[in-house]
């Protein structure tokens, strides 16, 4: 049985930074594409990043460039977002999530993620 497990979420004030870690245990041989997305109420689960975790390639949404950096530790089974710059737009809950190919990696489409955690809020504020 797979399971993901967010932590470090949390309120901070507007430039300020969290990193965002996400533990997965169980069956996580067929992983190929760990992924973070965000969603707030009344509005659909947008990707953030998405990271391939054989070749280590990285993509992210256009609102986090340059802010948000995606990495994975395959030995430790972890997931990690560092957000920087954060601004009050960047709340919502937060989820990471792993999917079994690696071939829509690069589109953050959530639709493609098998694997879910249970999510870590994220709150800035002004």
């Known amino acids: 049985q797979v399971q993901l497990v967010e932590s470090g979420g949390g309120s901070v004030q507007a430039g300020g930074s969290l990193r965002l870690s996400c533990a997965a245990s169980?069956?996580?041989?067929?992983?190929?594409?760990m992924g973070w997305f965000r969603q707030t109420p009344g509005k659909e689960r947008e990707g953030v990043a998405t990271i391939y975790i054989r070749g280590g390639n990285t993509y992210y949404a256009d609102s986090v460039k340059g802010r948000f950096t995606i990495s994975q530790d395959n030995a430790k089974n972890m997931s990690y977002l560092q957000m920087n710059s954060l601004k009050p737009e960047d709340t919502a809950m937060y989820y990471c999530a792993a999917a079994d190919s690696g071939r829509y990696c690069h589109t953050l489409d959530r639709r493609h993620f098998v694997y879910w955690g249970q999510g870590t809020q994220v709150t800035v504020s002004s």
């Open positions: 169980g069956y996580t041989y067929s992983f190929v594409c």
